[in-house]
């Protein structure tokens, strides 16, 4: 048997392992935030708003837009676009396949998204600000980003299997918030320019089945689909999704790992590390010293509406539906959580940031609450983040059952959360087929899609052999009788 040293991974390799990391895309998140809203409160707030306003593109395609367009038009296409890949893979191979055991959360999510809703409709009412009543989408969604490094850094020691029920809340978070922008902020539809997008999404499904598969192909198509979308009165970035969604989440032609797989392995590192920071940094970019100042900000009823949604609709809502629905159902939470676990993901899930800015711009189009609005969302994330550290914390350190969920069954997934997880697709070879699609000794054996290279902390690793790499990475391969 030979021995196969591996090599240190390049400095580009390291780079790619580091941005993926769940706490390295929320802290970058947060410095672009950040420098944004230091800038446009500083004396040269003025030249923040012109880099913001400054227009560049074709004129002849309708596409001379400002550059704080083109992150939330066009780079946000991306990070949807692995939405729907991360959607797409979940339906097929991963969390969401299976309905029961994704029941919970899925409920968990909408009850999540509703609340929020409710309790900004409510205090618009009440305050008699009928002008933002147009915004009440805006704290229905949770940053996927952010809850997961808050939860790196703060939830160490808790299972893992907390974070998978976030994630999948998550994901049907981002569903639900698509399917909210697509239906409610939609205007002067264009049928035509629709039917294109179908046209180019049918032509991409088709090429990214093929053994070849040309990125450039995909590229260009992308891009035609992008343009029919912009051009049709739906927003731009749900053609990243409909795409995300023509991507095969089973091998094809021989290929040992799912095309989803492949596609996120590759665009993961390029939205966490500059998509979402270049969008934070125009987002976030609030004028509140100059102008009517901060108090007349603060003073907006849309401020305290979207505040509450977010800090007290969020858990309110994930709480609640998940005590009904456990409560009331043979439904039971995942092996190893707790309702008490739910307390500090139900805070962590009121930081909306990404796509509560967004849905801010779609609500108040005509500026009259755009910084109210903002202002509303920024306050709502921190205090979200804030508090749901101190109850991650908490939870933490505080003694485990060993039937946390109270199924009647000891808990067996208890593996710890250690603050190097990164963002990866998780997928299960009984569903796909071993290799060349031979059948698995164990069919109930969870395997995760192992990425290259050896982890930052250690600078050479020996493994005994290929076949015990293969082994390690999908199972070991049956015996041929």
Excluded at 166 to 184: P, Q
Aim: aromatic residues 8%; charged residues 15%; proline residues 5%.
């Amino acid at each position: 048997m030979t021995t196969t040293v591996m090599q240190r991974p390049s400095a580009a390799a390291r780079l790619r392992l580091w941005v993926t990391r769940e706490t390295t895309g929320g802290a970058l998140l947060l410095a672009a935030a950040l420098v944004a809203l230091i800038w446009a409160n500083t004396p040269w707030s003025e030249a923040y708003h012109a880099l913001s306003e400054f227009e560049v593109g074709p004129e002849a395609l309708h596409l001379h837009l400002p550059l704080a367009a083109w992150a939330s038009d066009g780079l946000l296409a991306l990070f949807f676009f692995l939405v729907g890949v991360e959607l797409k893979h979940d339906l097929v191979l991963g969390s969401l396949r299976n309905l029961k055991e994704a029941a919970v959360p899925v409920f968990a999510a909408m009850g999540g998204m509703a609340m929020p809703a409710v309790i900004y409709t409510v205090v618009i009412a009440v305050t008699g600000d009928s002008s933002a009543a147009h915004g009440w989408a805006i704290p229905t969604a949770t940053d996927i980003a952010f809850a997961l490094a808050v939860l790196a850094v703060f939830g160490r020691g808790l299972p893992r299997a907390l974070r998978m029920f976030l994630m999948t809340l998550a994901v049907v978070d981002d569903l639900l918030a698509i399917i909210v922008i697509a239906v409610f902020y939609t205007s002067d539809l264009n049928i035509v320019m629709l039917l294109g997008t179908v046209a180019a999404a049918v032509a991409f499904w088709f090429v990214v089945r093929t053994r070849r598969w040309p990125r450039w192909v995909l590229l260009l198509l992308g891009l035609v689909a992008w343009w029919f979308m912009h051009s049709s009165g739906v927003h731009a970035t749900i053609a990243g999704v409909i795409l995300g969604f023509c991507v095969p989440a089973r091998p094809v032609h021989g290929e040992e790992e799912p095309r989803t797989h492949q596609i996120n392995d590759a665009l993961q590192p390029l939205s966490a590390g500059i998509v979402l920071p270049v969008f934070a940094f125009f987002a976030a970019g609030v004028t509140f010293i100059t102008g009517e100042g901060i108090g007349e900000i603060l003073l907006q009823p849309v401020v305290l509406a979207i505040v509450l949604g977010l800090f007290v609709g969020k858990i309110t809502g994930v709480l609640l539906t998940t005590t009904l629905v456990t409560k009331l159902t043979p439904l039971r939470l995942p092996d190893a959580i707790g309702l008490r676990d739910l307390v500090p993901v139900g805070l962590i899930c009121g930081m909306g940031f990404t796509v509560s800015l967004l849905i801010a711009d779609l609500s108040f189009a005509d500026g009259d609450h755009t910084a109210g609005g903002k202002i509303g969302v920024l306050l709502g994330t921190a205090i979200s983040a804030i508090v749901g550290a101190i109850a991650l914390s908490r939870d933490a350190r505080m003694a485990r059952s060993a039937d946390m969920n109270l199924d009647g069954v000891p808990d067996v997934h208890t593996e710890p959360i250690t603050g190097q997880e990164r963002r990866e697709l998780a997928w299960r070879t009984d569903v796909i087929g071993f290799m060349d699609g031979d059948d698995i000794p164990d069919p109930d054996m969870e395997y995760m899609a192992a990425m290259d290279g050896v982890d930052l902390d250690v600078e050479t690793e020996f493994v005994d052999s290929i076949e015990e790499e293969r082994e390690g990475r999908y199972g070991p391969e049956p015996d041929e009788d």
